[in-house]
């Protein structure tokens, strides 16, 4: 995504009638006030703590959903605030982000008073983001000022960046089937990222051997999301309308006036009204299948109502259940009477999720470290919790890393001069720009201090834009830098590596799996996917914490798996199977508890048995 335009904006205070007045002014005004100010992106940058900021953001949703949860549903009876929560808190969070960094700003905090916005402001914005199609959406700044009551008369809800959005790739060449035209599947799946895919389709060709036919529904927006064409018999594909993202338009529930209700966040008071506005412009913008507007989720409900009734599943399966097409997936499939499974795609960590809540009913987990927070985190009244891996990992031990390690040394292959002899992988979450930078400043930097050949192989998320590290690219001297190809992905070369490094990517547990080295990147304060609290990885916080972890290497690897994975990851080879069979006891009415004792995380997985907890 291109990076919105920053407006050179600043908080000045000013007097009215005696009291404090603050209002946000242009750098002309702002280089000539005498008083106390701040520019905004100063403001921005003000340590805040972020649990306190999380409770924050639990008090304001529960505030809007005790507010306005009945202001628009879905014919099935899906309410906004269950639909799209996931968007509406990420927005949640970037207003109380703001109000805790005013607090945190002194003079305000000595004389706190009233904001008035920048005339004619768009109150909702973007972010910048490397995401290749996930909107980061902000509440403004003058945005800000009108939550807190300020008039805004002249300042339109959105942005010019979100006004002059250009148009979204359509993923799908040509429209599916007709639901009713659906063939009978005893297994319905739902697939939108390809995470989700690569997850789902082990367990359905595993099903479809066994003779269960079903179903993967295919609802990615981006053609690299797609799913690819099954290649099981039994496993069949179907796709949605072309057009089924690309519907826009006002929400009419959610357009109530002011009424004075509050909720207080320190010490602001935000008019939940005027939030409510704010975060249907969300709701009323096409976003693809990551962020569905209102009428998308609406239409999606209604065709795959269709899908259901056609292919009467006695199961449907998700890779998310927490997002709009998740959460509104399971609340389809409970009406039609399906027991719902969620499958774990990626690594949880508790500061990982934008929303702590699983709908379905069984709920898949990668290792023991999962379960408590998997049964956190369940919402259905008969949730269980089964430890039974990864199917995605199941291919693992299939890695060519000879085959992977000619990749990379291809891609650092200089014009002139000796190739680099060692090499980084760094598995790439989508960040914002300052976060990628940062990060990768700290890589180069110990990857130059550690001495000996190195070069940097950037493995871009499957949701990122590879254009995200094109000023990567542009630096002069050693190390070496290439970014490989976003359809090969750091699974894709992973095991011809020397080492991984990454933050929160679920292939630094992939890395660990087959013996690769990894290193936990990030600044001191900053959460990881914690594989260093059990001894799989190095934490790095500077760059003398990377040299010092590539020199300890040696050139050797451990010589096999430590026991110690399966805390992270329950790793036999048999995932698909054994989330396939969870499937089939469940619809056979036998009891899917295993032998192990799920709640004692000491013990060791037997071969081929799973874990489950109630």
């Known amino acids: 995504m291109t990076p919105p335009k920053r407006t050179a904006l600043g908080i ?5 009638g005696g009291k404090p007045l603050w209002a946000l002014v242009g750098e002309g005004a702002f280089a000539t006030t005498k008083s106390d100010r701040i520019t905004t992106a100063e403001l921005e940058v003000l340590p805040i703590e972020p649990a306190s900021a999380g409770a924050r953001v639990d008090e304001v949703m529960e505030s809007l959903e005790s507010y306005g949860a009945d202001f628009a549903r879905t014919p099935g009876g899906a ?4 639909v799209q929560h996931v968007p509406a808190r990420r927005l949640v969070a970037q207003v109380v982000r703001k109000l805790a960094a005013l607090s945190a700003w002194e003079p305000f905090a000595k004389a706190p008073g009233p904001l008035r916005p920048a005339p004619h402001e768009g109150l909702v914005g973007l972010r910048s983001s490397s995401s290749r199609e996930y909107r980061a959406y902000t509440v403004t700044w003058s945005g800000i000022a009108y939550l807190l009551g300020a008039a805004a008369p002249h300042n339109p809800r959105r942005s010019s960046q979100l006004r002059d959005l250009p148009q979204r790739p359509v993923a799908v060449a040509a429209p599916g089937p007709a639901p009713s035209e659906l063939p009978r599947s005893e297994v319905v799946a739902l697939s939108w990222s390809s995470r989700h ?7 359905l060709g595993e099903l479809a051997r066994e003779g269960s036919p079903n179903l993967v529904v295919d609802l990615a927006t981006h053609p690299a999301e797609r799913c690819p064409a099954p290649n099981v018999a039994g496993v069949n594909l179907c796709l949605p309308p072309t057009s089924l993202f690309d519907l826009s338009g006002p929400v009419a529930g959610l357009r109530a006036p002011d009424d004075g209700r509050v909720v207080q966040v320190d010490e602001h008071e935000v008019q939940l009204a005027r939030l409510v506005r704010l975060v249907s412009v969300l709701l009323e913008t096409s976003g693809g299948c990551t962020q569905p507007s209102w009428r998308s989720v609406i239409q999606t409900e209604t065709w795959l109502d269709g899908v259901l009734a056609a292919t009467r599943p006695h199961t449907v399966l998700v890779s998310n259940d927490t997002s709009p097409l998740g959460a509104l997936a399971v609340h389809a499939a409970e009406r039609h009477g399906a027991n719902t499974v969620h499958v774990q795609h990626g690594a949880w960590t508790a500061h990982s999720v934008t929303w702590p809540a699983l709908h379905s009913r069984d709920i898949v987990v990668m ?9 956190a985190w369940a919402r259905h009244p008969d949730a269980e919790v089964h430890v039974l891996g990864q199917p995605r990992f199941d291919a693992l031990a299939e890695l060519d890393n000879r085959a992977q390690r000619r990749y990379l040394e291809t891609l650092l292959a200089p014009a002139v001069g000796p190739a680099p002899s060692r090499i980084v992988v760094w598995a790439c979450q989508p960040f914002g720009p300052d976060r990628l930078k940062a990060q990768a400043d700290l890589l180069l930097d110990g990857l130059r201090k550690a001495g000996g050949s190195w070069g940097l192989v950037i493995a871009p998320h499957p949701a990122q834009g590879a254009d995200a590290f094109a000023p990567l690219l542009e630096r002069d001297g050693r190390p070496l830098v290439a970014v490989a190809d976003p359809r090969v992905g750091a699974r894709g070369c992973l095991a011809g590596a020397d ?18 080295p990894v290193l936990e990147i990030g600044s001191p304060g900053e959460h990881t996917l914690g594989l260093s609290e059990h001894g799989l990885a190095r934490r790095c916080s500077t ?19 430590p026991t110690a994975t399966d805390t992270v990851c329950r790793w036999r080879g048999d995932s698909a199977a054994q989330v396939a069979r969870l499937i089939t006891r469940r619809e056979d009415g036998h009891s899917t508890h295993s032998h192990h004792d799920a709640r004692s995380t000491e013990s060791v997985l037997p071969l081929g048995e799973g874990a489950t907890a109630r």
């Open 12 to 16: 000045a205070r000013a007097e009215s």
């Open 79 to 82: 309410g906004w605030t269950y």
């Open 197 to 203: 895919a690569d997850t789902l389709l082990p367990v």
């Open 367 to 375: 290792g023991e470290r999962d379960l408590p927070l998997a049964r």
């Open 499 to 516: 080492a991984l490094a990454s933050a929160y990517s679920t292939c630094g547990i992939e890395a660990t799996l087959v013996g690769v």
């Open 543 to 561: 760059s003398n914490d990377v040299a010092d972890a590539l020199a300890a290497l040696c050139g050797t690897r451990p010589p096999e798996v």
